[in-house]
């Protein structure tokens, strides 16, 4: 094991100054970090080996809004995408992206307990990275990862019993956490970025510290987040479907039938352009899409009818000043945010 290092002993400061109303901290904290303060100087880094995606709403869920039921919309996304997309399975494809090191989800643990067994009060330091060594990933233990500072980490605590973690409950915090994540769900198509809030994690640590089971990710992602960079990221990912000159021409007939044949919902403004009438839809940007014309626009996927359910927010957690509010059964017109979530297992690795 390791000494907790600098970069971490920051964050966490900044973290409990944040929660205990502390003035002067210096650079970005990440929101509460929990409803206790750590002490440990015990330190284990580890990198998911194996991402576990939902196909449904019921796995790896965690209630967001406090209305007694566990919240997961990402699964409705993901197993939508592998339904349309024939090609495409976000599970492989993360896994894929994990053995060959573009994609790393990193961990660093930090306990009073050097057998991080028993700690009535963990720290946690999340954040992604690469690879830094040469080939690929061993995944043994032995990989050196090259963090992303470019990205803030995300910081978290939690009592540790019998190797359970769980950070702290989201709904008990007045500052939710953040976390970016850019996960690779579609081979040769870039990876969809999720800017997670309301971040909680829970995990099992292995009785000989070198591996981590059962670790769940959840959170959610703001409404004008799905809108600005999820809706674009899928259209991104079925013109990668189109575009991919291996891809079988079945599946580029389904995607193609679905998003690119005038099934967004028509704007007036683009009559004048549209070359096939009333079947335009208009972009973020202002372009109009055209039907059959071989891409598919932003607006074909986020006004398509049977995605825009899938899109709209499940639980609201802010309130209209942009503060941190859950509100449980909230009216559908007033939720604010998509819930997701996520499984994963880790090795022992160094950052």
Same mark, same amino acid.
């Given at each position: 094991m390791k000494s907790v290092r600098p970069g971490l002993a920051t964050t966490l400061c900044m973290s409990v100054c944040g929660w205990l109303g502390c003035s002067g901290a210096a650079g970005t904290s990440m929101g509460v970090i929990g409803t206790c303060t750590p002490s440990g100087n015990h330190a284990a880094q580890f990198v998911m080996s194996q991402a576990k995606i939902p196909m449904d709403n019921m796995q790896y869920s965690l209630d967001l809004d406090g209305d007694g039921k566990k919240d997961n919309k990402l699964g409705l996304i993901l197993s939508a995408l592998k339904s349309t997309s024939k090609?495409?399975?976000?599970? $492989? &494809?993360i896994n894929s992206a994990i053995r060959k090191g573009t994609f790393a989800f990193l961990l660093e643990l930090v306990s009073a307990d050097a057998t991080f067994q028993s700690d009535s009060c963990m720290a946690t330091h $999340?954040?992604?990275?690469?690879f830094a060594g040469s080939g690929m990933p061993m995944l043994d233990g032995s990989d050196l990862y090259m963090a992303n500072r470019d990205v803030a980490? %995300? %910081?978290m605590t939690? %009592? *540790? +019993?019998q190797g359970a973690f +769980?950070? $702290?409950d989201p709904l008990a915090s007045t500052t939710p956490i953040e976390l970016k *994540?850019? *996960?690779p769900i579609a081979s040769g198509a870039p990876p969809l970025e999720f800017d997670i809030v309301s971040a909680q994690l829970q995990l099992t640590v292995a009785a000989d510290g070198k591996t981590l089971h059962r670790g769940e990710l959840h959170g959610a992602v703001r409404k004008s987040d799905v809108d600005s960079k999820v809706a674009p990221g899928l259209a991104a990912i079925f013109n990668a479907v189109l575009n991919d000159s291996m891809g079988m021409a079945s599946t580029k007939k389904s995607v193609a039938d679905l998003f690119d044949s005038g099934s967004g919902t028509p704007d007036p403004a683009c009559g004048d352009t549209c070359t096939k009438k009333d079947l335009c839809c208009k972009n973020p940007d202002g372009s109009c899409s055209q039907p059959s014309d071989g891409k598919i626009d932003i607006c074909?996927? &986020?006004t398509q009818s049977a995605i825009v359910n899938i899109l709209d927010p499940d639980v609201k957690l802010f309130d209209a000043q942009g503060h941190y509010k859950p509100v449980a059964g909230a009216p559908a017109a007033e939720k604010d945010c998509l819930s997701l979530g996520l499984g994963f297992d880790a090795v022992a690795a160094s950052f």
């Open positions: 090609g495409v399975d976000p599970e $492989a &494809s $999340a954040e992604t990275g690469t980490v %995300a %910081a939690g %009592a *540790l +019993a +769980a950070s $702290a *994540l850019f *996960l074909e996927v &986020s």
